[in-house]
């Protein structure tokens, strides 16, 4: 079945290292999205890609990095930048032309000890 | 700046009971909305969509009403179940910014039995 595939779903760093979060789709479409979720909170979005090879900045991108070199694949790196990186963070993607229902992944928990 | 609020943080019904969560946005040049469900530790998941050339749209047992004249927008739940426990979240897309979707707090809803 198509859909998001977020990995790893649960990931513990220490302070000062940084951490990948994975991303993949397999139901073609063009823009993804990384969303931060803090407890009772919002979703709050960090990077979106709309094409390969191209990123904007969300609201809250400092700390961040992202990559877009594959259609399928948009990986989120958590930098030690990232002041207070402990929360949810949720992938996510939407067809062609930013229309229809934007889908998600089940999301990665990173806790920093 | 842009933003999608929420007028309640929680909403607590009677099983069978209508229910009736809020959202305000404050860019007028949204032309997509979106309510989403979550439940604890997942994903958000799409229930419903809406236009901005609409002002109204059903689903099975939801409906969206868009007022773009004081720029709100709720979701109307019929017959409230069990189920239906989670968190909702609206969002706006507007579609002059690349697909940059915004969303709100997000409403708890809770169904006493």
């Known amino acids: 079945d198509g859909g998001i595939t977020q990995s790893p779903k649960y990931l513990f760093r220490k302070e000062g290292q940084n951490v990948t979060l994975s991303c993949e789709q397999n139901?073609?479409?063009?823009?993804m999205y990384w969303y931060r979720q803090d407890p009772g909170q919002g979703l709050r979005l960090i990077y979106y890609?709309?094409?390969?090879?191209?990123?904007q900045k969300g609201d809250i991108a400092e700390g961040y990095s992202v990559s877009r070199e594959k259609k399928e694949s948009f990986p989120l790196t958590v930098t030690s930048a990232q002041k207070n990186p402990t929360a949810f963070y949720l992938c996510?993607?939407?067809?062609?032309?930013?229309?229809?229902?934007?889908?998600f992944g089940e999301g990665s928990r990173l806790t920093v000890l | 700046g842009e933003s999608v609020g929420l007028h309640l943080p929680t909403l607590s019904v009677q099983e069978g009971d209508n229910s009736i969560i809020n959202c305000a946005y404050s860019?007028?040049?949204?032309?997509?909305f979106i309510w989403y469900k979550q439940e604890s530790g997942k994903g958000p998941q799409f229930i419903i969509d809406?236009?901005?050339?609409?002002d109204k749209r059903q689903g099975q047992r939801v409906t969206v009403l868009l007022n773009k004249t004081v720029k709100h927008l709720s979701l109307q739940i019929a017959a409230t179940q069990p189920g239906d426990s989670a968190v909702y979240f609206c969002?706006?897309?507007?579609?002059?910014?690349?697909?940059?979707?915004?969303f709100g707090q997000g409403t708890e809803l809770s169904v006493k039995p």
């Open positions: 890609s709309q094409i390969v090879n191209d990123f």
């Open positions: 860019n007028s040049a949204s032309d997509y």
């Open positions: 969002a706006e897309n507007d579609y002059n910014q690349g697909g940059k979707l915004i």
């Open positions: 996510a993607s939407i067809g062609q032309g930013f229309t229809g229902e934007l889908f």
């Open positions: 809406i236009r901005s050339n609409m």
């Open positions: 139901l073609n479409h063009d823009a």
